[in-house]
C-alpha cells in the first residue's frame, strides 16, 4: 500500500494586524483581478482593437462588484437558498465562504453589457478580450481553496499516489480534487485561450473566444466533479450528476451558440484608438 499524504493545515488567514484581516481567498481575488487587468489592457488593443487601456483600466471596478455580488448570489440562489432566506443576515458573511463561479460568471455578463453600452463598446469584442484571462481567476480560486482545505474531493483508489487526508474531514484517502481544478479550468485553459487570443483571425470574429471559453470551462468543470466530493446539502442529483455539472449544461449551450454565431458574423471592426502622441 503506498503512502498518504496528509493535508498540511493551512490557516485561511495569511496576514492579521488587529482588526485587519487579508485571507489566502482574497488575496487569490486580488492577485487573478491585478494580473488580469493587466493582461486584457495588451489584448484589447492588439488588431482588431475594441478598447482604450483606460477603458479596460475603468472596467475593473465593474467586474470586481460582478464577480463578488453575482458569485455570492449565485451561490445563495443555486445551493442553499433555504439556509439563506431564512437568515438573510449571513448572505454578508463573505468570510465565511461560498462563491459560485457560474453565479460570478453572471454577475460579470450583467456588468459586461451595462458597461460596455454605457461607453458605446462592442459587448461580444470587449468580452472576447476578457473570455481570455478569465481562467487566471479560476486557477487561483482553486489553489485558494486548497489552501482553506474545502471543496476537497471524492475517495480515491488505493493506487493513487497523490491521495490525501483531509483531517478536518474524515481518515480516508482522497482526491486532491481542487488542485485538479486549478490545473484544468486554470492551467490548460489559459493556456489554450491565450493561443487562440494570438491569432487575428479569432480575435476578429467577435463572441469567438467567449464561446471557446464557455464551452471549454463547461467540459472541464463537467470532468473535474467526477473527482470532487458534492456538497453534503445537495449530494448527488438526478443520474447521478452534481449541480456543477448540470449548471454546466446551459454554459457549454450557450457556448456552442456563440462559436456558430461568430463563424458565420460579421468580421468585428476595430474602433478608432486614440493617438497615443
Known amino acids: 500500500m503506498l503512502p498518504v499524504l496528509v493535508f498540511p493545515d493551512f490557516s485561511p488567514v495569511l496576514v492579521q494586524l ?12 486580488i492577485v487573478a483581478l491585478v494580473i488580469g487587468w493587466r493582461v486584457m489592457r495588451r489584448i484589447a488593443v492588439q488588431a482588431p482593437a475594441v478598447a482604450t487601456p483606460l477603458q479596460v483600466d475603468d472596467f475593473l471596478t465593474w467586474a470586481t ?21 431564512s437568515h438573510p443576515a449571513a448572505i454578508l458573511e463573505l468570510w465565511h465562504g461560498g462563491m459560485s463561479f457560474h453565479g460570478g460568471m453572471l454577475g460579470v455578463v450583467v456588468a459586461l453589457i451595462v458597461y460596455t453600452r454605457r461607453q458605446g463598446l462592442s459587448l461580444l469584442g470587449f468580452a472576447d478580450r476578457l473570455a481570455a484571462v478569465v481562467p487566471i481567476g479560476l486557477g487561483l480560486g482553486r489553489v485558494a481553496n486548497f489552501v482553506n482545505g474545502e471543496l476537497w474531493g471524492r475517495p480515491a483508489p488505493p493506487w493513487l499516489p497523490w491521495a490525501m487526508i483531509f483531517p478536518r474531514v474524515d481518515d480516508i484517502p ?11 479550468e486554470g492551467v490548460l485553459l489559459l493556456g489554450v485561450m491565450l493561443l487562440l487570443a494570438a491569432r487575428l483571425r479569432v480575435r476578429e470574429r467577435a ?17 473535474a466533479e467526477h473527482f470532487r466530493q458534492p456538497d453534503a446539502f445537495l449530494n448527488y442529483l438526478a443520474f447521478g450528476t452534481t449541480m456543477g455539472q448540470l449548471l454546466c449544461i446551459p454554459m457549454g449551450l450557450a457556448g456552442l451558440g456563440l462559436i456558430a454565431y461568430a463563424r458565420r458574423g460579421p468580421v468585428l471592426a476595430p474602433m478608432a484608438l486614440p493617438d497615443p502622441a
Open 174 to 184: 482522497r482526491h486532491p480534487s481542487e488542485l485538479y481544478e486549478a490545473l484544468l
Open 18 to 29: 488587529g482588526p485587519l484581516v487579508i485571507r489566502w481567498y482574497a488575496l487569490a481575488y
Open 65 to 85: 462588484l460582478g464577480v463578488v455580488l453575482g458569485g455570492r448570489l449565485g451561490y445563495v440562489l443555486f445551493y442553499q437558498p433555504g439556509l439563506y432566506l
Open 207 to 223: 463572441g469567438l473566444l467567449t464561446g471557446c471559453f464557455l464551452l471549454g470551462y463547461a467540459c472541464l468543470r463537467a470532468f
